[in-house]
């Protein structure tokens, strides 16, 4: 911050000038553990670099959330799951986790379809009363449906960020570095989006597909 920008008022600021400035009071004072959420919101990509850059000097301890792979990638030493009421260490890096994420979603899908085979079987012998709530798969199958067609999605937009991540390394013209750099923030937010609706898709699957106590 420089010039008239010191004297700007809070309120008035943008996301990222905002997110700037809480940077800054944390470096101010020099603490030596740091818990951040998602502390690549509003930033443009050479704040984001600056920031990973920081984090891997800092001496201190890190613990962060986020969405931002690359920023991940390059701060983390190790992750922890979050995972039915519980977390634990987790062992493997990113692609390890999409991989246990497609693990899961392979699992959830093989409960789902012994589901509506028993469903199917027993709803035959319900009593008319307990029909309505038994109405789930159908909107069990529309659920397996959406989760797969955003695996596909999150396929897609990982492939591209990969490419997208190798040109970077290798351009060095300002526009087209630009360029790369917007798209690769474009992809960490769809990513970040379908990695939400993909966890609430798991969640909803999950509740649908738990016994009905009588």
């Known amino acids: 911050f420089s ?9 008035t600021m943008s996301g990222g000038e905002k997110a700037r400035l809480v940077l800054c009071m944390i470096v101010w004072r020099r603490p030596n553990l740091l818990l951040l959420d998602e502390p690549t919101n509003h930033l443009d990509l050479a704040t984001r670099e600056a920031l990973s850059m920081a984090l891997n000097e800092f001496e201190g301890t890190v613990m962060l959330v ?14 922890w799951l979050v995972s039915r009421g519980g977390v634990d260490d987790f062992t493997g890096d990113l692609d390890d986790y999409q991989r246990y994420l497609l693990d899961e979603a392979r699992r959830n899908r093989e409960t789902l379809r012994e589901s509506l085979k028993g469903a199917r079987e027993a709803v035959g012998q319900l009593p008319a009363a307990d029909l309505a709530a038994r109405k789930a798969p159908a909107n069990l199958k529309r659920l397996s449906r959406d989760q797969e067609r955003v695996e596909q999605a999150l396929h897609a937009l990982q492939k591209e960020q990969h490419s997208l991540a190798e040109s970077l390394s290798t351009t060095h013209a300002a526009p087209a570095m630009a360029d790369l750099g917007r798209r690769m923030n474009e992809i960490a937010e769809q990513l970040a989006a379908l990695e939400e609706q993909w966890l609430s898709l798991a969640d909803q699957i999950d509740n649908a597909t738990r016994p009905i106590s009588s």
């Open 66 to 79: 986020s969405h931002d792979r690359s920023l991940l990638r390059s701060v983390c030493d190790e992750f």
């Open 3 to 11: 010039g008239d920008m010191v004297k700007q008022r809070v309120g």
